[in-house]
């Protein structure tokens, strides 16, 4: 049996945590430091816009800031501040669909090119952005979620508002949807075509 020498992570995580919350500047860049990859790479993979992921990610860092006095351990560090990502991302996605449908109200149609599917040069496969760009901001959050970040269903659920039934929904449809994509893309590519 091998003995840990030094506290845990879960409790070095709390005193990091709790020097935070006591707005201690060296553990706030600690924090900023080991977290600011993954944040960026969550909302990176919520947002269809970069210069929104890259906003979302800093309201995020600000947000896990703000909170630290609420983390507890019965969660990693990262998964607690996961989930305060997504429900940024979330928020900011929602006023951003409020916004266009302002600009829808005020510009004639076709002048406000909101929504459009990626485009992807004839001959080139489809990234993984370029896919989830096409599926609809509630299938595309369901499928990160899920797949990328590993939330279960339930945790989806939480973190959306949707019911878990729909949240299941989603994920069936964006599957079904991406896997009807990649085929059309590789037999498109097979002919020398586009997509």
């Given at each position: 049996m091998v003995l840990l020498s030094g506290p845990s992570q879960?409790?070095?995580d709390l005193k990091l945590m709790a020097a935070v919350a006591a707005?201690?500047?060296?553990?706030?860049?600690?924090?900023?430091?080991r977290l600011t990859a993954r944040v960026r790479r969550l909302t990176k993979l919520l947002c269809r816009a970069d210069a929104d992921a890259d906003d979302a990610a800093q309201m995020a860092l600000l947000e896990i800031l703000r909170s630290a006095s609420s983390f507890r351990t019965d969660a990693s560090l990262e998964r607690w501040a996961d989930r305060i990502t997504s429900r940024v991302t979330f928020r900011l996605a929602r006023r951003e669909r409020q916004r266009?449908?302002?600009?829808?109200r005020w510009f004639a149609p076709g002048l406000a090119l909101f929504g459009e599917g990626a485009f992807v040069p004839p001959g080139e496969a489809l990234s993984?952005?370029?896919?989830?760009?096409?599926?609809?901001d509630e299938r595309r959050m369901a499928f990160?979620?899920?797949?990328?970040?590993?939330?279960?269903?339930?945790e989806i659920a939480e973190l959306t508002g949707a019911p878990p039934g729909t949240v299941k929904d989603r994920l069936v449809s964006a599957r079904k949807q991406l896997r009807t994509w990649l085929r059309r893309d590789a037999a498109s590519r097979r002919r020398g075509g586009t997509p």
């Open positions: 879960s409790s070095r707005r201690d500047a060296q553990a706030q860049a600690e924090l900023v430091l266009r449908g302002l600009f829808r993984v952005d370029a896919l989830l760009n096409r599926l609809s990160v979620l899920r797949h990328l970040a590993e939330y279960s269903v339930e």
